[in-house]
């Protein structure tokens, strides 16, 4: 009659957790996932540097000399500019996976002007010219999906999707059709490069694409912060994002909504391929886009679409990508799929690590047993992985409420 | 709050690597060299340049940093720049779309050598530091195709040969993948079509050899390969060969039972059955010579070319697949290449056909011999066509140039697509 098999644990949901201990928690899944992929990287390598050294690499790569550190500020500013521009269409809870396609545009946009207007007009004239078509090019690239989603109520996960491809194998017609003879190759116009010049031109090398990238980041983070928060627009777009009817019943005219949306964000992305024609290549290739449209999206959930809380993702995400190909170079590995593997280790244990924060676990045993809440006591239970799911839930109505209210 | 930790953490993390900004590598007056990679050692063509780079540097006792998977825009740029920030002396980078950027970076960085595989724009761009490299692998491919030639004719006496295998005219049909539409491939599966044709007409008096060419677009995609050279076995080729990097193609013909001559190194592992033999271009030889030039402070050659003499341009052995007297013949031929008794592009060994949208800068005589070719050797903008290539009788592949500018689409080799 006493004993009742209890489960071995059951899981309840933590009341809000301090900000210092969710990202301590947070610190220390990357710290193990990191302490782990050294343990086997410095066993595994052809010529490893150790287990420390593992960890000096890992930091090197990003900041080892200021030049590293000059690329990891740009990579950070383009690929925070790109979440950027997804995050508003995803707080409307318009799916846009269409972002590599409308960097490619405002890419081949920026690139015809080099090919056609080259030399034949002012530098000045010609990156202002580059600049407004790249931006139309990346608009009209996310209007058709959006014109599409409007009145036609057409799935525009799948819309986004092709129009990447279209964009890709435009950008292979027009480098074939401008460079017939070099293997897909476009060769660099570096002549009309937008880049800071300093009176050192060792700086110019370090900082000079580095600066125009990082100053459109801060401003369009800026803007976007503004725009969600304080703007009529950005109420509009959580609006519809929360509820199409409830936004039709507030008199929002949806269409509108949708269609103003994806040309802000289609044309950030047109933004970010003028950046990368203009400032950082002035040539393109059919991957220029550095696949920037999917890892924004990582960017944008991992950030809570909190455009403050991107700047941090975007820089953590780059200084992941970097470190680790720098242990690959260091340790000696040529493939990979190595750093790949370790990105992905800390990935799983930093989304894993979220169930932690949001939930606590209860032994049956020992300690946890005066934690138990009363309720939870009485009648036996069949097997733990239903019973916890429904514990749950009962645990959640009342912090569901609090947290509405 | 949450951003302000956000912040903070940002912050902490450049705090973290500003200290290790203080240990920065100083030169010792050792030789360090870069190699720059377009991908890792999963392609067989990058694979082929890691693999010479670490034999060359350990032959001559200098250290090496190796970067895989730079791609061809202003990425190479970087890889460059951070080369030389790590106190590299030379820096090689093996792909062609490198170029104008490795250029960029040796106009930045006078006092370091940039080597740059398979382009063509050193001897006319006019940087000192900056070198092209190649080697004649059109006489390799041209050995390979006397292996495949053998091959087919030991197929065609047991045979083994099907009735697909012949186009209308009773011409033995073979296949080959390409990767994109340009004077590389054209000159690659050209010679390898000449050397297995030599052969078929040397030993078979009553058929001939044709070639169907399906192009990928792609150095490297393992799926088109696949899907290209089984689209050239169902039209009935009877043997393949491919200028691609992936093992797509050699996997489908060892699915497909099909012989396969490969490229860039042995694939008789993966495919046992099928695998005949392989060219590839050696670089040690090349880069003992950079690294050599640099250590004695010499100039490297502006534009470089192996040959078959100094053993940059070689075969693997020979696989289970290859007919029997393969490897006699090839020795044979070797020899005369070597000797310069025999030339791959012989004019009197092919024909052309000059029509409104090929071959424009060719000049034939009335049985179709090419007796005239202007190449396009001086890259610029408008690909002028501006050199002779055809001397008394003689395609002269990479004389003027070491990337190769064999262009002409001969009779014989129906190309199925174009890819550039």
Known sequence: ?405 | MKKLLAMGLAATLAVAGAAVLGGCTEDDGSITVGLIALHDSNSTYDKNFIDAMEEACENKGVSLILRTGVDEDNDCYDAAADLVDQGCDVIFADSFGHETFMIQAAREFPEVEFCHATGTMAHTENVANFHNAFSSIYEGRYLAGVAAGMKLVEMYNGDQLEENNFDENGNIKIGYVGAYTYAEVISGYTSFYLGAKSIIEEELEEVGLVMDVQFTGSWYDLVAEGEAANALINRGAALISQHADSMGAPSACEAAGVPNVSYNGSTAAACPNTFIVSSRINWVPYFEYMIDCVVAGEDIATDWLGTLEDESVVLTELGAAAAEGTQEKIDEVRAQLMSGELHVFDCSTFTVTKTENKNANATVDENGVLTSYMADVDTDANYAADTEAVVNGVFMESEERSAPYFDVQIDGITLLNAAF
């Open chain 1, 1 to 405: 009659m006493e004993r009742i098999k209890e489960p071995l644990l059951h899981i309840t949901r933590r009341d809000g957790m301090p900000l210092w201990k969710s990202m301590l928690i947070r610190a220390g899944a990357v710290l193990i996932a990191l302490v782990i992929s050294s343990i086997f990287i410095s066993a595994a390598a052809p010529n490893s540097q150790g287990f420390f050294g593992f960890f000096g690499s890992f930091f090197s790569g990003s900041f080892g000399t200021m030049r590293r550190l000059s690329q990891l500020l740009r990579e950070t500013s383009m690929l925070l500019l790109v979440a950027l521009a997804l995050v508003i269409a995803f707080k409307m809870k318009f799916w846009n996976l269409g972002g590599n396609g409308q960097i490619l545009m405002g890419c081949l946009a920026s690139a015809m002007c080099l090919v056609y207007l080259g030399g034949r007009i002012p530098n000045g004239v010609l990156w202002l010219i580059m600049f407004v078509v790249s931006i139309l090019a990346g608009a009209i690239w996310a209007l058709l999906p959006a014109l599409f989603k409007a009145f036609f109520n057409t799935n525009e996960s799948l819309f986004t999707l092709m129009m990447n491809y279209i964009a890709m194998y435009l950008v292979a017609f027009f480098i074939t059709h401008w460079y017939p003879q070099g293997s897909g190759a476009m060769p660099s116009m570096s002549e009309y490069a937008l880049i800071v010049k300093f009176s050192d031109p060792s700086n110019t090398s370090i900082w000079g694409k580095t600066i125009p990238v990082v100053l459109a980041a801060v401003l369009v983070t800026i803007f976007i912060y503004c725009y969600l928060r304080y703007h009529k627009h950005g109420f509009e777009i959580s609006i519809v994002g929360e509820s199409v009817n409830t936004a039709r019943y507030a008199g929002i005219n949806v269409k509108k909504v949708i269609i103003r949306t994806l040309i802000l964000s289609g044309a950030l992305c047109g933004l970010v391929g003028f950046l990368l024609v203009a400032t950082v290549n002035q040539m393109i290739t059919t991957t220029m886009d550095g696949n920037m449209g999917f890892t924004g999206i990582i960017v944008a959930w991992m950030g809570k679409f909190d455009p403050l809380v991107m700047i941090g993702v975007s820089l953590f995400v780059n200084f992941l990508t970097r470190g680790m190909s720098q242990v690959c170079i260091d340790f000696g590995f040529t493939s990979e799929a190595l750093s790949d593997t370790v990105v992905g280790l800390i990935y799983f244990f930093l989304i894993g690590c979220e169930f932690f924060i949001s939930y606590k676990l209860h032994f049956s045993k020992g300690r946890a047993k005066k934690d138990r809440p009363d309720f939870m006591d009485p009648a036996p239970k069949p097997p733990e992985i239903t019973d916890t799911t429904a514990q749950t839930q009962q645990e959640n109505t009342p912090d569901a409420a609090e947290e509405t209210a």
